[in-house]
């Protein structure tokens, strides 16, 4: 055998080594379960803030039963995504808008849909940093947008005391005719100690 010919042999050797490896790794990869992650697109670029975990999927189930409980004047609407501005789309997972709001012109709709903003928007952190909720607030109150209430839930590990929030009606029922219903409460209240304890039962 020449010294060209065992020269080829070994790359071809080297060659269908690094082949077999590189099968055997993809293989591997398609075997193992997928990371599904949530994203939003934030001033032209992707970004992936959320592993949609257990915590997370009870906090927004049980979020999304409290709120769709309070008036059948309201839409709960999960997972909806929002145009905050001319470069930047979130995907709230809680949004709530009342019947009747106001169409608003197509340059001024909640995403190509046509309807009108939510009055209400939710984002829940479980895996994703405080910091990254509080710079949704600029997001969600921008010119754009129409929303009067931003509501950012941190989980954190358990605490003793008992919180609860008053959300005021006025603003959920914001741009509708005739304004907030009869029969409606002031403000409605969400019990955060309920959401801890669906969190402690997983």
Known sequence: ??????????????????RHKLL???????????????HRLIDGKIEAYEMPLDPHGLVQAKLTA???????RLRVIIELDVIVDTRSVCRPDICVRPLNRHQPQSSRAV??????????????????????????TAKYFS???????????????TRQDEYQ??????L????????????????????????????LTI
């Open 111 to 136: 995403n190509s849909s046509g309807n009108p903003y939510s009055t209400l928007v939710v984002e829940i952190g479980n895996t994703e940093s405080l910091n990254s909720l509080h710079e949704l």
């Open 66 to 72: 409290i709120m769709d409980n309070w008036s059948v």
């Open 143 to 157: 010119q754009r947008t129409t929303i009067q209430i931003y509501l950012a839930i941190k989980l954190y590990p």
């Open 172 to 199: 959920l029922f914001n741009d509708v005719p005739g304004g907030v219903p009869g029969g409606v409460p002031n403000n409605y209240i969400i019990d955060l100690w309920r959401l801890q304890d669906a969190i």
């Open 1 to 18: 055998m020449s010294q060209n010919e065992k020269l080829f042999s070994k790359w071809s050797s080297a060659f269908d080594s690094a």
């Open 165 to 170: 929030i008053d959300i005021p009606t006025v």
């Open 24 to 38: 055997a790794i993809r293989r591997k990869r398609e075997r193992e379960p997928k990371v599904s992650v949530n």
